[in-house]
T-cell receptor, first 114, second 111 residues
Framework: EAGVTQFPSHSVIEKGQTVTLRCDPI?????LYWYRRVMGKEIKFLLH????????ESGMPNNRFLAERTGGTYSTLKVQPAELEDSGVYFC????????????FGPGTRLTVL | AQSVTQLGSHVSVSEGALVLLRCNYS??????LFWYVQYPNQGLQLLLK??????LVKGINGFEAEFKKSETSFHLTKPSAHMSDAAEYFC?????????FGQGTELSVKP
């Protein structure tokens, strides 16, 4: 069974540009999560989808971030326009369960904003 | 609100020595607790989880953790470190589905 995949693995952009990150969850997992780790800090929750609906987006930092999950399958996270402080590693995770159960993580996308 | 504190951002042990990575949590309800590991250039992998069954939880690669409610702790141990254990380790608590992570502890293993 394929794991969670993320694309691209690395992205280097200039301040003000737009970047779109993609996550493909494990097939059949209704729950999809985005997290971010800024260098030197802890991994922080961004948002949670259940199928195509946003269940919790309390961790989204501001309106420059837009997440979508088309048809309840893959998800994209767009940053527009990117700022220096958006640099970090963006992780996606999926789970077949809601509530307090394990999540399966992708390898992450390392975003560098210059 | 739930929170997690990992004591020590960097721990170094000799090969064959005991590994002890500390995690304390704060939770208003019985917690679900997790340890994840991230090897270089890889994603996070679940080591073990506590979901209110046995207080001593065994995980993969010889790791285990003990849930101590009185101390609000969930420390990770391994009796004998191996070079392949060098990685970053994250303790996390579930908060309504999302995970709240500690700061991470980087484990180095010296030959």
């Amino acid at each position: 069974e394929a794991g969670v995949t993320q694309f691209p693995s690395h992205s280097v952009i200039e301040k003000g540009q737009t970047v779109t990150l993609r996550c493909d969850p494990i097939s059949g997992h209704d729950n999809l999560y985005w997290y971010r780790r800024v260098m030197g800090k802890e991994i922080k929750f961004l948002l949670h989808f259940v199928k195509e609906s946003k269940q919790d987006e309390s961790g989204m930092p501001n309106n420059r971030f837009l997440a979508e999950r088309t048809g309840g399958t893959y998800s994209t996270l767009k940053v527009q326009p990117a700022e220096l402080e958006d640099s970090g590693v963006y992780f996606c995770a999926s789970s077949p369960w809601t509530g307090g159960n394990e999540q399966f993580f992708g390898p992450g996308t390392r975003l560098t904003v210059l | 609100a739930q929170s997690v504190t990992q004591l020590g951002s960097h721990v170094s042990v000799s090969e064959g020595a005991l590994v002890l990575l500390r995690c304390n949590y704060s939770s208003s309800v019985p917690p679900y607790l997790f340890w994840y590991v991230q090897y270089p250039n890889q994603g996070l992998q679940l080591l073990l989880k506590y979901t209110s069954a046995a207080t001593l939880v065994k995980g993969i690669n010889g790791f285990e953790a003990e849930f101590k409610k009185s101390e609000t702790s969930f420390h990770l141990t391994k009796p004998s470190a191996h070079m392949s254990d060098a990685a970053e380790y994250f303790c996390a608590v579930s908060d309504g589905g999302k995970l709240i992570f500690g700061q991470g502890t980087e484990l180095s293993v010296k030959p």
